[in-house]
């Protein structure tokens, strides 16, 4: 076999792994929103500076007919709750929060209590970033978790995060388990080795990637796009 024939064999065969490895079963999540009886919980879970709060924004935007309550439930980091607060005035959307070091489950607790009465369909919870050295603030959102047991929990990760996707995708998937994924800066890092590793290490899918710092900069994952990307 000549040369070039042989290239596109193995690049073909590549290309076949990576999909297979990043083609996890898509969740449809109009679909759980609606068939929940209640309002549908999701809490954000990442590291410090990835993107939790604007990406929930940007999905409270893209799920804005299920009128949901944004949680504020980071109460550690200062100008978070003023943060959402903001989003949550551009969005028109309402945002329950408590003072800051307050209990984080209760935020949640509170948000889901008042989207039942309000008839929300939708709570969008946002967390403190987490890191490796701070395990009091792991040990945190698995009480945060547990006392809310929420619908579903999606990581946000940094695309130009590097080597460090897998630590990250290992230390939340441990403590609290991960449910999806959401890949942010994807518009910086485009080749989308972030989104092969984390696909790889999790076995979650990934639901959107960020592309902007805009509300509607929030795209579906398309892997066959990152896999030309990465071998092309």
């Not at 040369?3 to 193995?10: F, H, L, T, W």
């Not at 879970?45 to 939790?52: I, L, Q, W, Y």
């Not at 929930?56 to 980071?74: S, T, V």
């Not at 590793?197 to 592309?211: D, F, H, M, N, R």
Request: proline share 2%; charged share 30%.
């Amino acid at each position: 076999m000549k040369r070039g024939k042989v290239e596109d064999v193995i690049k073909e065969a590549l290309m076949h792994a990576m999909l297979d490895v990043m083609r996890q079963e898509k969740i449809d999540l109009a679909d759980k929103i609606e068939k929940k009886d209640g309002p549908f919980t999701i809490i954000f879970v990442g590291f410090n500076g990835v993107g939790k709060t604007t990406n929930l924004c940007k999905l409270a935007y893209k799920l804005k007919e299920y009128k949901p309550i944004l949680a504020a439930a980071d109460t550690f980091r200062a100008a978070s709750i003023e943060q959402l607060e903001e989003h949550g005035k551009r969005l028109g959307l309402r945002v329950v929060k408590h003072t800051y070091g307050a209990d984080s489950a209760a935020v949640i607790f509170d948000a889901k209590k008042h989207a039942a009465a309000s008839g929300s369909k939708l709570v969008l919870a946002d967390t403190a970033g987490r890191s490796h050295s701070n395990m009091n603030l792991m040990d945190e959102l698995k009480k945060v978790v547990r006392v809310n047991n929420p619908d579903m929990k999606i990581l946000v990760l940094d695309s130009v995060t590097g080597n460090d996707i897998y630590d990250q995708c290992k230390l939340f998937n441990d403590a609290v388990g991960v449910d999806a994924i959401i890949l942010t800066k994807a518009d910086v890092y485009e080749r989308g080795g972030a989104a092969l590793s984390a696909a790889y290490t999790l076995k979650k899918p990934i639901l959107y990637v960020g592309i902007g710092q805009n509300y509607d900069d929030l795209k579906e994952f398309n892997p066959e796009e990152i896999v030309k990307n990465l071998v092309g």
